[in-house]
């Protein structure tokens, strides 16, 4: 059965202080994998697509990483408003997306 | 426009109501998903319409969910016969569908939160 770990479920970080993020998942045949930002009360918002084992991509403070197993949302030195859920997906067979449960990141000033 | 929308924003009502939730999509994407988010959880695939295919429903939960789509136009979910579990913020997102450029790639709306008393 396809599957999305995400841990840790809530994460409390000063500002500035770098860390990172896992998403563990099982899938047949992954044809993506995604990373969004939900802020309270709204849709999650686009992060970044991984196809393959080795590549990353980066944007602004956050970077993203994939293994064949796993994939880390690296966030280097973080400010306030980098608080949110981030949320990982895998995409296997058609459309479907399979999301983990987020991560609720907060950064203290 | 310029994103996905969807209304109502809020809805309340009473059990055993039914209830129809819309969705417009961003102009140009031929796939479209219906997502439910209950509090503190993660998003729970419900149904996806790519152009004419078949939509996949395996994630409608029960008989009393459905969803139609016009063309690659508005998309409706309803919920007949709503029960206090239904309770929950319901997402639609789009995308130019699975095969095209970015086409994995699905962008949200800002979801309409349901609450059944």
């Known amino acids: 059965e396809d599957q999305v770990t995400q841990s840790p479920e809530a994460l409390r970080l000063q500002e500035g202080e770098s860390s990172s993020l896992n998403c563990s998942y099982t899938?047949?045949?992954?044809?993506?994998l995604f990373w969004y930002r939900q802020d309270p009360g709204k849709g999650p918002e686009f992060l970044f697509t991984?196809?393959?084992a080795g590549e990353e991509k980066e944007k602004e403070r956050l970077k993203a990483t994939l293994t064949k197993k796993e994939s880390f949302l690296h966030i280097t030195a973080p400010k306030p408003e980098d608080s949110a859920t981030y949320l990982c997906?895998?995409?296997?067979?058609?459309?479907?997306?399979?999301f983990g449960q987020g991560t609720t990141l907060q950064v203290k000033p | 426009g310029a994103g996905v929308s969807q209304s109502p924003s809020n809805k309340v009502t009473e059990k055993g109501k039914d209830v129809e939730l819309r969705c417009d999509p961003i102009?140009?994407?031929?796939?479209l998903y219906w997502y439910r988010q209950r509090l503190g959880q993660g998003l729970e695939f419900l149904i996806y319409?790519?152009?004419?295919?078949?939509?996949?429903k395996s994630g409608l939960p029960s008989d009393r969910f459905s969803a139609e789509r016009t063309g690659e136009s508005v998309s409706t979910l309803t919920i007949q016969r709503t029960q206090q579990e239904d309770s929950a913020v319901y997402l639609c997102?789009?995308?130019?569908?699975?095969?095209?450029?970015?086409?994995?790639?699905?962008?949200f709306g800002p979801g309409t939160r349901l609450t059944v008393l």
């Open positions: 991984l196809y393959s």
């Open positions: 997906a895998v995409q296997a067979t058609r459309g479907k997306l399979i």
């Open positions: 102009s140009g994407h031929t796939a």
């Open positions: 319409f790519q152009g004419n295919s078949a939509p996949d």
């Open positions: 997102a789009t995308g130019r569908g699975v095969g095209t450029s970015g086409g994995g790639e699905q962008f």
């Open positions: 899938v047949s045949g992954l044809r993506g």
